[in-house]
């Protein structure tokens, strides 16, 4: 039945909770079932081969449970695998760019639009093309961050040396007169308070999570029998530290979660 089918949210790490967050908030009556690759974490500096592969590794498990959508919540797998996935899979396949772009282009006034990634996502170029197709005339400047996600993946993103770090690789956005800057990694929204204080009240951050939750309810079917359900039970999985997880996930979704560790390595797609 309908009801018996769940959204599942993959990422490189804990980044995609920020996206199963804004699913929880639009959709309260869908079960979540999250794949985070912690272990094999970040995964903007590896190449497009491992990205697929690792990505294929999540997708296949979480094809396991019946499903009536996917959302790929990491940028740099989007960047890669998207395409691909959609092609293949039976279901909805929902990437985090295209929302993320077309909430950029409503936000910006003066047409100047700044794009922090991974260095995957900034190399591909996957924003500006997205953002260019949309409103051709756009100036796009982008910049990858690879520093940003160990914080995150550390539990740092509120200490002294995360706005050192912040502060040193913004630097120079400060002069190019941006009205807009996208958060390019799921991770970055974690670090939104501190990202926001280097750029100035002047800058519109774009979160993608709350346009892919938008385009997600667009793309799914709620049927009756599911609204009854008062707290679906969301099932969370990790490659990594399940107890590092656990922490980071219950203080950025503000409850208890049911975590469980998997390798993810027994998948191999081929």
Known sequence: MSRERAIAVIDSGVGGLTVAKEVMRQLPEERIVYVGDNARCPYGSKSPEEIRAYSFQMIDYVMRTPLKALVIACNTATAVVLEEAMEDLPLPVIGVIEPGARAAVQVTKNGRVGVIGTETTIRTKAYERALLRIQPDLYVAGMACPAFVPLVENH????????????????????????????????????????SEVMGDRVRLINSAEETARELSLQITTDAQSKQIERPQHLFVTSGDANKFRTIAEEWLDCKVNVQHNSLEKTVQS
């Open 156 to 195: 740092m993103a509120n200490s002294e040396e995360a706005r050192r770090v912040v502060k040193e690789t913004l630097a120079p956005f400060l002069h190019e007169d941006l009205d807009t800057l996208i958060l390019g990694c799921t991770h970055y929204p974690l670090l939104a308070p501190v990202i």
